[in-house]
């Protein structure tokens, strides 16, 4: 099966400008995670969407990031205004499931690497 | 709050030898337990996790994870490393809430030299 897709999977711009990344998760998944991993650091959740609803932002800066999930498909996570500390590279994941109960496996995408000049 | 630790930034090793990338874990409740690789500019790939049962657990070309929960360990190994095996390796646990949230470790680079 096609793994989960993402774009662009580089973007530079400069602070103050806005950017969007897309993700496309595996057929059939119901759970869509965003996930920012900073150089030298592990990934760190943004946001969780199960099918089309918001399950866990709590770790987004709502002042400057927002995300859907129309749908209950694919995903655009949007930064505007753009800060130097969010350099770093965006990752998209999905599961099957992803509630409560046993845990699901992740499968993530490459990734977008974005720079904030 | 769940968290792992990763001591080890980096892991040198002989092609050939055995290795082992260690992690060790704080959960409240019963742990679920991840290894990923990360290759340069892609992203991560799953491994194997732990959920409940047999405390070796086998995973994706060659690897294997021992689940110690006396020394709440959770030890990625290979008993013999390939120089393709040079990657990023994280460790991660479910978080205990309602959510699948993964909390990741800071890494361990593993370095094969030929």
Redesign the interface.
Known sequence: EAGVAQSPRYKIIEKRQSVAFWCNPISGHATLYWYQQILGQGPKLLIQFQNNGVVDDSQLPKDRFSAERLKGVDSTLKIQPAKLEDSAVYLCASSRAGGTGRADTQYFGPGTRLTVL | AQSVAQPEDQVNVAEGNPLTVKCTYSVSGNP?L?W?VQYP??????LL?Y?TGDNLVKGSYGFEAEFNKSQTSFHLKKPSALVSDSALY?C?V?DG??????I????TLLAVQP
Do not use: E, P, V
Not at chain 2, 41 to 46: D, I, M
Not at chain 2, 104 to 107: E, K, N, R
């Open positions: 679920y991840f990923y500019n892609r992203g991560l790939q799953f996790k959920i994280f991660a479910r809430g309602a959510t699948n949230k993964l990741f470790g800071t890494g």
